[in-house]
């Protein structure tokens, strides 16, 4: 077999990455405002999917639970989405990555006072249930969904706010359905990636979805490349690879990384594949259909 | 009463150096409007600049104060003039990566230079004094008096001196100020080294205080002081020193009711409450959309 565990560790972190990628650049990409707070979602999944693999129901088939266990930790992490939406429609940019901040925070302290998940020890004993078909199968199902997502009128409606919010409003765009759609669905696609994590490492604890990782899945979103499925691929690809083959470099590693992501800030702003997709990523219609 | 008193000047000291942090991140956003992520590192450079110099050569406490502002000042410089100038007219979320991105580098330098928190050495002899059965320690009495001092000498900077003035007149309007012939470039590396030696010294009174640093508290203790900028407004100097007294009583008041794991819970929801009644804090203004 070609694949030894550590390569198949790897792909799955690589696919999870890329989840991550994806949700995050229908924010910061397509609707073009600043969340620093994704990895609260992420957090919201895990949390909420170990708690229905280790207390409500463990003695489920695995076959069963843990497609459930994904849904329901993406449908919290969702809900969780619903509050921040409300505060989008109200304030924009600076003030709004300040908003994802304190959510993170006060989602990853919260969870240090939970004793229920373990408090600040960290949540244990969480079975390990992801797999490689697993992940390949929420990768895709979440890459296709936002495809369809972004190439929908909804997609439209997001890219113009991105330009104009006023002029889009004027032109008819229902802003707050958007706003509201596209952090449900970017907050759900972030739970599955957390649901996925915490049963990949079969231990999460709060310390482990703060800024930095927040930081980690904006590094990817901005080396790939802003408003492109193609560029979250790419990054997410990128990125894990890169971590890996920087492990030599101990602590250092971890100076190469924000250094790399200011030098693309100053030299390619948009990062490699900003705003354009390979060929097999879009979708193309057919004038005549109408 | 007593207890209440006591629980105020704990409050005064711990908003004292909240205070000097926010007052870097409103003057920066107040001349730039871009969030310097990357000060409350510079914060943490402070710290360790101040522990390096304890460490090496003894100083005393006032040359250490006047060295270590200096350290960070040149730091502060040197980062507008490496990484946040070249990207000054780059669509805003770029500023605001690259300054996360510098803040990283900096901690993480930090990090590997020095994985485990050191011991920060005593510089005053620390007495204490009862009053009516309060009791100050002299180092409180340094911090707060210091602080307050800082704070009246940046006040004066701001209002009278003519770099003050050209500051005022560049976060009122960046283009015209520099087509009437003031030195834009200059202005916001004076700012640049303004905010970063309050930081700096805010990071020596920290390690005076609460004498365990690490590479991390640029995030626990900066990003705090951040959150104290935008509640009281960002790019309000009044703002950041309201939003600072307010939450350092706020995270007194949590940590002698509640058991101290609460604090950072408190203190962001504490922003977030802000931020949902006074979008731009409470005494921000909202920002001019410019096309």
Redesign the interface.
């Known amino acids: 077999m070609i694949l030894n565990d550590y390569l198949i560790f790897i792909l799955i972190t690589l696919i999870i990455n890329a989840i991550l990628c994806l949700s995050l650049n229908l924010v910061n990409g397509y609707m073009g405002e600043f969340s620093v707070g994704h990895a609260a979602f992420m957090a919201l999944g895990a949390y909420s999917s170990a708690i229905i693999t280790v207390k409500i129901a463990p003695t489920l088939p695995p076959l069963f639970l843990f497609p459930m266990a994904v849904l329901i930790g993406g449908a919290t992490a969702a809900l969780a989405g619903i509050p921040l939406a409300f505060l989008s429609f109200k304030t924009r940019g600076d003030y709004l990555a300040i908003i994802t901040l304190a959510f993170l925070m006060i989602v990853k302290s919260g969870l240090e006072n939970i004793s229920y998940v373990g408090a600040s020890r960290g949540f244990l004993g969480i079975p390990h249930l992801t797999n490689l078909p697993w992940t390949l199968f929420w990768g895709v199902v979440c890459f296709l969904c936002l495809r369809n997502f972004i190439y929908s009128k909804w997609g439209r409606c997001i890219m113009a706010i991105r330009e104009d919010e006023i002029a889009a409003e004027a032109m008819g765009v229902a802003t707050r359905s958007a706003k509201m759609m596209t952090f449900m669905i970017s907050s759900f696609v972030a739970g599955v990636a957390g649901a996925l994590f915490a049963h990949q490492l079969q231990f999460i604890n709060p310390s482990s979805f703060d800024i930095l990782k927040s930081t980690d899945i904006l590094v990817m979103v901005y080396l790939g490349g802003v408003a492109s499925l193609s560029g979250s691929l790419a990054g997410a690809t990128i990125f894990t690879l890169l971590n890996q083959l920087l492990q030599p470099l101990g602590i250092w590693r971890m100076v190469v990384m924000p250094f790399l992501l200011v030098l693309l800030m100053l030299f390619r702003p948009r990062g490699i594949m900003g705003f354009r997709e390979w060929s097999w990523v879009k979708i193309h219609r057919d004038r005549s259909d109408h | 009463m007593d207890y209440f008193a006591q629980q105020a000047i704990n409050a005064l000291q711990l908003g004292s150096i909240y205070a000097l942090i926010a007052l870097g991140y409103s003057l920066v956003y107040g001349v730039l409007t871009m969030?310097n992520f990357a000060h409350g590192d510079l914060f943490m450079v402070g710290a360790f600049f101040c522990f390096l110099l304890e460490k090496m050569i003894r100083v005393p406490f006032w040359l250490a104060l006047l060295l270590t502002m200096l350290g960070t000042s040149l730091l502060g410089v040197l980062l507008e003039l490496c990484?946040y100038r070249?990207?000054r007219h780059?669509?805003?979320?770029?500023a605001?990566?690259?300054a996360?991105?510098?803040?990283?580098?900096i901690e993480?330098?930090t990090?590997?230079l020095s994985?485990y928190p050191r011991h920060m050495p005593t510089l005053i002899k620390n007495s204490i004094t009862s009053f009516h059965g309060i009791t100050i320690s002299s180092l409180q009495l340094v911090v707060i008096g210091i602080s307050l001092l800082l704070m009246i000498l940046l006040d004066f900077i701001i209002r009278f001196t003519r770099f003050g003035i050209a500051m005022r007149a560049l976060s009122s309007d960046r283009l015209m100020v520099s087509l009437l012939g003031i030195p834009a470039n200059r202005i916001i590396s004076m700012t640049f080294a303004l905010g970063a030696a309050l930081g700096g010294a805010a990071g020596l009174l920290y390690a005076l205080s609460y004498p365990v640093i690490s590479s991390s508290m640029g995030?626990l203790i900066g990003?705090k002081a951040f959150?104290a900028a935008?509640i009281g407004g960002?790019g309000n100097i009044r703002g950041a020193l309201l939003g600072a007294y307010l939450l350092g009583a706020t995270e007194i008041i949590t940590v002698s009711l509640l058991?101290s794991?609460?604090?950072?819970?408190v203190?962001?929801?504490l922003?977030?409450l802000v931020?949902?009644f006074k979008?731009?804090g409470i005494l921000g203004q909202p920002?001019v959309v410019r096309s």
């Open positions: 969030i990484a070249p990207i780059a669509p805003r979320v770029s605001m990566i690259t996360l991105g510098c803040g990283l580098i993480n330098i990090l590997a994985p995030m990003w959150v935008v960002i058991p794991t609460y604090r950072d819970l203190a962001y929801s922003l977030l931020l949902v979008p731009y920002q």
